[in-house]
């Protein structure tokens, strides 16, 4: 897969605070990466210095392979923090706005977004009689103004009622599957995150602590029965009989039987009747949130 974005040692220092601590990360085309983690971590400042908005202090980034930034302006769209709206001015008028500073002079786009994100009706609105909902649509419709490969949207569920977080996450899912659209999303709250991202990066305090596929994810999250210390072709003739076919052999030697791991008990016996006895026999896998909350060395919520 094509790299979309790629950062080199990123790092931010405001005084004495290091608040992004030389963070390399990877996304690749068509990605949905969920950049998770605390209230303060980091994210907002990461995602200002990759949408160019804020200088970073040292460390690079290059977006779909070029390290000149400024050609591949015009292929990312941002919404970091909340949209800069115009009040007075009615949605279609804001779209006009962001339209002209982007030099676009074909208005034919304007409706045509409006549409895709599901606000026409509210077009002749003036956005401050928006709901918050529809403020956010407004905002990633303003972010895709020049048809952007790339989104950033930087906690664009946050503070939506739960009819609004479903419609938020179709409405990205949709721009992702149906346009190609790379996107960055930021998230403290890991229930956005998880039905969504199709890679992570989770960050604490400042530093990029992990970064796993969601396939990587599944994986290291099965739950399994795992045994040491036994001549694993005798342990597989024991698992077949048991009708325990999901297994693998691991790390030379360590067989691994992903099933229910209320089972370990029964293989273990099962073995020991045939004079096998373990070094270890134990059960591994942990529920996503609590992957998370150990990477993040805790504080991270599900909603
Ligand atoms: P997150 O988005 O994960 O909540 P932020 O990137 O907003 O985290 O903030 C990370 C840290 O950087 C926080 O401790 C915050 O107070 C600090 N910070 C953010 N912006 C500035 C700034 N302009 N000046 C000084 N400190 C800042």
């Given at each position: 897969?094509?790299?979309?974005?790629?950062?080199?040692?990123l790092?931010?220092?405001?005084?004495?605070?290091?608040?992004?601590?030389?963070?390399?990360?990877?996304?690749?085309?068509?990605d949905?990466?969920?950049?998770?983690?605390?209230?303060?971590a980091?994210?907002?400042?990461?995602?200002?210095?990759?949408?160019?908005?804020?200088?970073?202090?040292?460390?690079?980034?290059?977006?779909?392979?070029?390290?000149?930034?400024?050609?591949?302006?015009?292929?990312?769209?941002?919404?970091?923090?909340s949209?800069?709206?115009?009040?007075?001015?009615?949605?279609?008028?804001?779209?006009?706005?962001?339209?002209?500073?982007?030099?676009?002079?074909?208005?034919?786009?304007?409706?045509?977004?409006?549409?895709?994100?599901?606000?026409?009706?509210?077009?002749?609105?003036?956005?401050?009689?928006?709901?918050?909902?529809?403020?956010?649509?407004?905002?990633?419709?303003?972010?895709?103004?020049?048809?952007?490969?790339?989104?950033?949207l930087?906690?664009?569920?946050?503070?939506?009622?739960?009819?609004?977080?479903?419609?938020?996450?179709?409405?990205?899912?949709?721009?992702?599957?149906?346009?190609?659209?790379?996107?960055?999303?930021?998230?403290?709250?890991?229930?956005?995150?998880?039905?969504?991202?199709?890679?992570?990066?989770?960050?604490?305090?400042?530093?990029?602590?992990?970064?796993?596929?969601?396939?990587?994810?599944?994986e290291?999250?099965?739950?399994?029965?795992?045994?040491?210390?036994?001549?694993?072709?005798?342990?597989?003739?024991?698992?077949?009989?048991?009708?325990?076919?999901?297994?693998?052999?691991?790390?030379?030697?360590?067989?691994?039987?992903?099933?229910?791991?209320?089972?370990?008990?029964?293989?273990?016996?099962a073995?020991?009747?045939k004079?096998?006895?373990?070094?270890?026999?134990?059960?591994?896998?942990?529920?996503?949130?609590?992957?998370?909350?150990?990477k993040?060395?805790?504080?991270?919520?599900?909603a």
């Amino acid at each position: 897969m094509a790299s979309v974005l790629r950062t080199d040692s990123l790092t931010k220092v405001y005084g004495k605070n290091t608040v992004v601590d030389h963070v390399s990360m990877n996304i690749e085309q068509g990605d949905i990466y969920g950049l998770i983690g605390r209230n303060g971590a980091g994210k907002t400042t990461l995602m200002k210095m990759i949408g160019g908005v804020a200088a970073p202090t040292s460390g690079a980034y290059e977006f779909f392979g070029e390290k000149d930034n400024t050609k591949t302006l015009s292929r990312i769209g941002c919404l970091i923090e909340s949209p800069s709206l115009y009040p007075e001015l009615t949605v279609w008028e804001n779209m006009m706005f962001y339209n002209k500073l982007l030099g676009i002079t074909d208005k034919k786009n304007i409706d045509e977004i409006l549409d895709y994100v599901g606000i026409s009706e509210a077009k002749k609105k003036k956005t401050k009689q928006l709901s918050l909902g529809m403020k956010q649509r407004l905002g990633i419709g303003i972010a895709l103004i020049g048809y952007p490969d790339m989104l950033i949207l930087d906690e664009p569920i946050n503070g939506l009622d739960p009819t609004g977080i479903v419609d938020i996450r179709k409405l990205l899912l949709k721009l992702n599957k149906e346009k190609g659209v790379t996107l960055l999303i930021s998230s403290h709250i890991l229930g956005e995150l998880e039905r969504l991202a199709t890679r992570f990066g989770v960050i604490d305090r400042g530093v990029l602590v992990d970064e796993i596929t969601y396939e990587e994810l599944l994986e290291k999250t099965r739950k399994a029965v795992r045994i040491e210390g036994l001549d694993p072709r005798k342990v597989v003739v024991t698992l077949e009989e048991m009708k325990l076919n999901d297994y693998k052999v691991i790390d030379g030697g360590k067989v691994m039987v992903y099933c229910d791991t209320g089972l370990s008990g029964k293989i273990n016996r099962a073995l020991g009747e045939k004079g096998m006895y373990a070094e270890s026999i134990g059960t591994v896998g942990q529920d996503l949130e609590t992957y998370f909350v150990e990477k993040m060395g805790g504080g991270v919520q599900n909603a």
